[in-house]
């Protein structure tokens, strides 16, 4: 915990454009839109709009000094942290659960983006939530936390419709011997997949605006693209090397 508070004095926020664009997201977002104020109010498509979403209190509560939202990011990384061990815990002997945490916590990565208001740590922690929680036994309603994480992670990154695709897939494939314990896994699994519903939606209300679901999609068609050109895809990968 040191080691990441005193990584965050080093990344004041609004270091990067990122973690900016988020800030003014989230204000546009509590008062109804989702546009860049140098936008002249048009609405965008990019970023999803979950880590907004979940910076509208934070922001409000502290602007407009925004020193304390290193807050979101570092209790990001404690929940990432304790739920790495949980997974640990009930997967390995130990002592490897805590060693397992222990990596966490010190990645360098993690590390160096310690206190920035990025969605990466906010997506990990809520897919560590989703995959602890929601793979647990018991009636759906236990999982309600998990399918709210899962249906954020979705939001905050467009991998997280993999989280609840997948998370859905192995609850309705499951062969447990249980009947009763079948039939409540297969009902929530069909609940991870009604978490893609807002995803779902906002992609349609990009469609309608720009014309574009999300700009990832147009990425990923660009990078698939490249794999049936060898030579395009070298020159990508070593331009993409060099910078």
Not at 156 to 164: E, K, S, T
Not at 165 to 184: F, H, K, P, V
Not at 185 to 201: D, E, K, N, S, T
């Amino acid at each position: 915990a040191g080691l990441h508070l005193a990584a965050s004095i080093g990344n004041p926020v609004g270091l990067i454009e990122d973690d900016s664009v988020q800030i003014l997201l989230a204000r546009s977002l509590r008062h109804g839109g989702f546009a860049l104020p140098d936008a002249n109010g048009v609405p965008i498509s990019d970023p999803l709009p979950g880590l907004a979403a979940l910076l509208m209190a934070p922001v409000w509560l502290v602007e407009p000094n925004w020193t304390p939202l290193r807050a979101v990011a570092l209790l990001s990384l404690a929940a990432a942290v304790f739920f790495t061990w949980r997974i640990g815990k009930r997967l390995l002997p130990e002592p490897w659960p805590n060693v397992a945490a222990g990596l966490t916590a010190l990645s360098p990565v993690l590390v160096r983006h310690s206190g920035l208001v990025l969605p990466d740590i906010p997506f990990l922690a809520l897919t560590l939530i989703s995959l602890d929680l929601g793979t647990r036994e018991g009636p759906w309603m236990k999982a309600a936390p998990a399918l709210i994480a899962a249906g954020l992670a979705a939001l905050v990154r467009p991998h997280g419709a993999f989280l609840c695709l997948s998370l859905a897939a192995g609850l309705l494939l499951s062969r447990n011997r249980d009947a009763g314990s079948l039939s409540r896994q297969r009902q929530r699994g069909v609940l991870f997949l009604a978490c893609l519903i807002p995803l779902g939606l906002w992609l349609l209300r990009n469609k309608l605006l720009s014309g574009v679901s999300t700009g990832y999609a147009v990425n990923w068609r660009t990078q698939i693209s490249l794999l049936g050109e060898p030579w395009a895809m070298a020159r990508h990968s070593l331009g993409l090397i060099r910078s």
